[in-house]
């Protein structure tokens, strides 16, 4: 089992999780979050006095997958997802150990 | 010969009970048109009075509680709407007869201490057209605001205690006084109900705008700027709640202004019409200025621009063609951008919420331009001794008015600043202190004073 996680441009999340419904991944959890890589941040002026806000919002898409799915998956992200300039995101994948259903033990790939 | 002394006779006698009838009938149509006026009068006043109640909740506990951090939203909302409870009870106790009671020129007597003798009928010495609890609960609202108004210099960083005595000393040593020199009877500063110098401040610019505002730069330098200020962020939270709560002020400053003319009156129109224009030009003075000198005209800058308009034309609003409303709030927004956005800075002072920036400084311009611009056009009710409406401001001719106006303006000035500061070393001594400790500053207000939290994540 993998667990991918990709943070991506939050107008881009629709078409992400089109292109991983077409694949038939159907579970996901979705977060807001603010941070950033390479990309600058951008400066806000309010009543004359200026921030520089260098967390950006963006999107972080966890799911887990069968360890043979994970490139289907990671491929598709990175084709959604992608506008070609900074700021686009990153995606960590990482080996998972265990995965439990709450609902009823279930263990492993089952509990996907 | 005898038929006809007879028949004169009867004539007379019909036409003395003609006229008897007719004189009874006049005073008839005489009542019922005063009571015509007065429910006309009075349906405009009441609502007029909860218009300017809304301007301090929700308007101005909303328009300030967006510009301050997630974690102090709700302790800023209450400071807000703490006024309408606590300086509700204030007014009727004292505060209405120290205003409006008949003292001395500088503060008004006891007569109508918790509301004795104010009843449903007319006081005729301020509002001969209404009942004279619509005119007490009217003025109470523009009471209520005041203090609020104050709290935009000192937020995110005093303690409740010390806020609620602050205000009710502030109350008594400042705003009861200079309203009743500026609006009560006998008042220093009245134009019209005996006064030595005449002072025209139609819905408070200088009673409301320059006592708040000169106290809200007392307060910010007397009680020190926010813990991290100004090297650490603090940015609005959320400029939707001040949006929301800035346009709900502008609708509301028809209340406060239109109403000021106590009656539902051509002046009203006049006024109502001047108010918005302050209104619309302040907030394309602000853009403008914005746009030119830092490249974007934002949200904030139109919602700021527009108070600022506002609290301008306030002081002229009843007394200048409409048509200068706009030339009043173009000053205003242009003039409170500089100092909110440069001056401010320069001087490195925290007047978190800028409520010296914008009520203080649109104050002290309003006076100044309504000692040029006040007409006998608009308001004819000072009347020289031959019965002819005095001349106003430069306008009219009377060019020392604006000597006058300035003078009014720096007799609030200088009452703000005493009495600001007393209430304030008063307040620190009763309360051990204005502050947070920066334990609590840092926690926010909500949890640290009232125990709750605005935006709750486990809700």
């Known amino acids: ?112 | 010969m005898k038929l006809a002394r007879l028949s004169a006779a009867a004539c007379a006698a019909a036409s003395l009970l003609n006229a008897q009838s007719a004189d009874a009938e006049i005073a008839k149509l005489k009542t019922a048109v005063a009571a015509a006026q007065s429910a006309g009068d009075n349906a405009w006043m009441l609502t007029s009075a909860a218009l300017v109640l809304m301007m301090t909740g929700p308007g101005l506990a909303l328009f300030y509680c967006g510009l301050v951090r997630k974690k102090n939203v709700l302790g800023t909302m209450m400071q807000s709407f703490i006024m309408m409870a606590v300086i509700t009870l204030v007014w009727v106790a004292a505060g209405y007869s120290m205003v409006f009671g008949s003292g001395n020129p500088f503060v008004g007597g006891f007569e109508f201490a918790f509301l004795n003798g104010v009843g449903t009928a007319p006081n005729t010495d301020y509002a001969p057209t209404i009942p004279h609890l619509t005119f007490m609960v009217y003025q109470m609202m523009f009471a209520v605001i005041s203090p609020a108004l104050i709290t935009g210099a000192f937020a995110e960083r005093v303690k409740f205690n010390a806020l609620l005595v602050y205000s009710v000393l502030w109350m008594f040593l400042v705003y009861f006084p200079v309203a009743h020199m500026i609006w009560g009877k006998g008042g220093f500063l009245n134009a019209y109900l005996g006064g030595s110098i005449p002072v025209f401040d139609f819905a408070g610019g200088i009673v409301v705008h320059v006592t708040t505002g000169i106290s809200a730069l007392v307060c910010a330098l007397v009680i020190g700027p926010r813990k991290g200020y100004p090297s650490e962020p603090m940015m609005p939270h959320s400029l939707v709640l001040s949006f929301i709560g800035a346009c709900l002020l502008w609708v509301g400053w028809f209340g406060f202004n239109a109403g000021s003319a106590l009656a539902a009156s051509g002046l009203a129109a006049s006024a109502f019409v001047a108010t918005h224009l302050g209104g619309a030009a302040g907030a394309v003075g602000w853009l403008v200025a914005e746009k030119l000198k830092i490249g974007r005209a934002s949200a904030l800058g139109g919602i700021s621009g527009a108070v600022a308009g506002l609290a301008t034309v306030t002081q002229g609003s009843g007394f200048v063609s409409p048509i200068i409303g706009a030339v009043y709030g173009l000053a205003g927004g242009l003039i409170c951008f500089y100092v909110v956005t440069v001056i401010k800075h320069k001087f490195k002072y925290d007047d978190s919420l800028d409520a010296f920036g914008v009520h203080g400084i649109g104050g002290i311009i309003g006076a100044t331009l309504t000692g040029v611009f006040a007409t006998n056009t608009v308001n004819d009710a000072l009347k020289l001794a031959n019965g002819q409406p005095a001349p106003l401001g430069m306008v009219d001719g009377n060019t020392a008015q604006i000597g006058n106006q300035l003078a009014g303006a720096a007799i609030g000035v200088v009452i703000a600043v005493v009495g600001s500061y007393v209430a304030l070393k008063v307040a620190g001594m009763v309360c051990g202190g204005l502050r947070l400790d920066p334990r609590e500053e840092t926690q926010g207000m909500d949890l640290a004073i009232h125990g709750e939290e605005g935006y709750n994540l486990e809700a």
């Open chain 1, 1 to 112: 089992m993998k667990k991918i996680e990709a943070i991506i441009q939050p107008f881009k999340l629709t078409e992400v999780k089109e292109a991983l419904k077409d694949i038939g991944v159907d579970g996901m959890t979705v977060t807001e979050v603010r941070g950033h890589g390479r990309q600058k941040g951008h400066t806000e002026v309010y009543r004359g006095r200026e921030y520089q806000v260098d967390l950006i919002p963006k999107v972080k898409l966890e799911l887990v997958v069968a360890g043979d799915r994970s490139e289907a998956v990671i491929a598709a992200i990175v084709k959604s997802a992608r506008t070609g300039k900074i700021g686009d995101g990153k995606i960590f994948v990482y080996d998972l150990g265990e995965a439990i259903r709450i609902r009823n033990d279930e263990r492993g790939e089952a509990a996907l």
